[in-house]
Structure formats: structure tokens, C-alpha cells
């Protein structure tokens, strides 16, 4: 009597934990939690040195928080593909960023790419033609940026290129790659048996229990590490290894005669945007900060109206504030640059 009771008492707590799970399943498959963490295997190993991983060329498929994307020829969120060799009359400007530029949660017509391309440029300069490259890839950090720069953007003969950044790509602990399936990896987690990382994709909960436990691990953190946090053990070698990346990308601008720009893309004031705004004049890089583009008294509530609910990457409003700010600083670059001296 006494083994069938705990064999009984055994089922009925497998039991009530196996519907605890499926109650929690289901319920942050319905809350919609998960969508910004469910993507396609878009993205592979990279060859090209620095740039470890990057886009799948001629991919149709469905980035993060579920927005459907086609990649074009050369690796480009676009609906088009782009030559390799600048066509005449045509004013070039390359886009190299994070999640931030590329769109993340976000149709391409709403992207500041396609706005400062297909309305804005095209209306400023109305007797060129422009083309405005989106090289922009989830999870890239300032190092696959300068590196995709040096590797593919200098290829395209761009007439300006923007680095676009926020304070996370500073960081020493945002290290991604791909996998052998098409996603993308922690290099500094801990790595998981193939099958069993197949099987938490399609968990949804386990994207919750993830944050959660993030959450309750790091408990009283604040900032970014050595980023946010000056008296960081790391500040002092995060700021130093963007200096000399940020000094790389201007002294190969300069050789191949590319006029360039920095953005920083936060929407509140950082730390980090004031390191970068004093690294780029010190390397003479205009340099514009989205933050200056939203009143400086401006509410939480009226930050909230320009990123994605639930996510903070930029939404419709976000992107029309940076493609607009761009605009004047990609026409303060383009009046100087070869293509626009007969203007």
C-alpha cells in the first residue's frame, strides 16, 4: 500500500507540473511574449575576416518579432537588389548598425533606410538618384560593423556610410555567431546539445523562464557593463577598443575617400552617447544623437510613442525621427562629397 501511494503521489505531482507547463505554454504563446525571440535560420557563418556572421543572400523569410523580410543579393534588407558597381548619376550611402537599422519589429517601407532612400533624399536632391544600402544585422556589435565596413561596404563605393550604434554594441559581453542551422549564438554562453537547443526553440515559455531568471540573476545590476558603468573594472577597456574600432573606420574611410557619419541611436541621453560623441570629435567624425531629436522634456510616455511595445526597438515614429535627423546630416556629407559637386 504504502509504494502504490507514493507511486500515485508521484503521478499526481508529474502530472500537475506537466499542466502547469502546458497552462504556461500556452498562455505566453497567447500573450505574444515570445514573438520578438522567433525568427528563421536567415543568417550564416561569415568568411570574411571580423565579420563572423551575416545574412543569407537571396533569403525570403521572417526576422525577429515576426516581421517578414527579403534579403537581397549582396546580404541587404531591401525589396530589390543592388549592383555591385555604382550605377552613374547615382549618390550612394551606406547604412551598418545593429537590430536598430536593420528593422527589427518593423515592415521596410517604415525603416529609416527606405524613408531617407524612396522620400527624403530623392526630394532634397531631386536631380540625383540615391541608393541607401541597409547593411544592418541583429546583434551586431561595433567590431562585425567596422569589419563588414572594411570587407563589403568598401566594395559598393559608397559616397557616405553611417554607423549607426547604440550603447549596447559597446559591450565586451555582446559576442553572437551563427549556428550550423541559420541562427544566432551566445559565444559566451554556455553551449547546448543541437537537439536539445531545436526543442527550446519551440518552447515558447522557455523564452520567459530565460528572461525571468536573467532578471532574478542580476538582480540590483544597473547599466551596461563597461559601458554605463565608469567605475566598471571593463569601462576603461570597453571605451579603449572603441576608440581604436571608431579610428580604424575613419582612417579606411579616409583612404578610399568616403565621407562618414556616426549616430548614436538611444532615444534617452546615456553615458555611452557622450563617450561617443567625444571619441568622434576627437577623430573628427560628425557625429548626430537621437536623444537631441526628442525634447529634452520629454515624458516616458512620449519616449514610449517612438519604440515597439513591449520591445524598445524604434516603431514607425522612432524611424521617421532618425531618418530625419539623418537627412540633414547625410545632406551636411553629400553637399561635399564627389557626386553632388555640379549641384
Known amino acids: ?76 534588407r531591401s525589396d530589390r537588389d543592388y549592383p555591385i558597381l555604382k550605377p552613374g548619376n547615382t549618390c ?86 551563427a549556428d550550423k ?16 537547443k531545436s526543442w527550446l526553440r519551440n518552447l515558447h515559455m522557455a523564452y520567459w523562464i530565460r528572461d525571468k531568471w536573467w532578471i532574478l540573476t542580476h538582480k540590483g545590476e544597473q547599466g551596461l557593463k563597461g559601458v554605463e558603468e565608469p567605475g566598471a573594472p571593463v569601462y576603461r577597456k570597453t571605451w579603449n577598443r572603441a576608440g581604436k574600432l571608431l579610428q580604424e573606420f575613419r582612417d579606411k574611410a579616409k583612404e578610399e ?20 560623441k567625444r571619441l568622434a570629435g576627437k577623430l573628427g567624425v560628425p557625429f548626430v544623437a537621437c536623444s537631441q531629436g526628442v525634447s529634452v522634456s520629454a515624458k516616458s510616455r512620449d519616449i514610449a510613442q517612438l519604440v515597439l511595445p513591449n520591445d524598445g526597438h524604434p516603431g514607425i515614429k522612432g524611424h521617421e525621427l532618425i531618418a530625419s535627423l539623418l537627412l540633414e546630416a547625410i545632406t551636411a556629407q553629400l553637399s561635399n562629397a564627389g557626386c553632388m559637386n555640379s549641384l
Open 257 to 276: 575617400n568616403i565621407r562618414t557619419l556616426i549616430i548614436d541611436l538611444d532615444f534617452k541621453p546615456k553615458h555611452s552617447a557622450e563617450m561617443l
Open 181 to 196: 542551422f541559420g541562427y544566432t549564438r551566445n559565444l559566451l554562453s554556455p553551449q547546448v546539445p543541437d537537439w536539445l
Open 92 to 177: 550612394r550611402v551606406v547604412l551598418l548598425g545593429d537590430s536598430w537599422t536593420f528593422g527589427q519589429g518593423v515592415e521596410l517601407q517604415h525603416t529609416f533606410g527606405y524613408l531617407l532612400e524612396r522620400k527624403l533624399l530623392p526630394g532634397r536632391f531631386p536631380s540625383y538618384h540615391f541608393e541607401v544600402i541597409n547593411l544592418g544585422v541583429c546583434g551586431y556589435n561595433i567590431a562585425n560593423m567596422v569589419a563588414s565596413f572594411v570587407q563589403k561596404a568598401i566594395r559598393l563605393n559608397p559616397d557616405v556610410v553611417v554607423l549607426a550604434l547604440i550603447g549596447e554594441d559597446l559591450s565586451l559581453d555582446r559576442r553572437l555567431a
Open 1 to 76: 500500500m504504502k509504494i502504490k501511494r507514493t507511486i500515485g503521489i508521484l503521478v499526481s505531482t508529474g502530472a500537475g507540473i506537466l499542466l502547469l507547463f502546458l497552462f504556461l505554454e500556452i498562455a505566453v504563446r497567447l500573450s505574444g511574449y515570445s514573438k520578438k525571440y522567433l525568427y528563421d535560420p536567415i543568417y550564416k557563418k561569415s568568411d570574411l575576416p571580423g565579420v563572423v556572421y551575416e545574412h543569407k543572400p537571396d533569403v525570403d523569410g521572417r526576422a525577429r518579432s515576426g516581421t517578414p523580410v527579403h534579403i537581397d543579393n549582396i546580404g541587404a
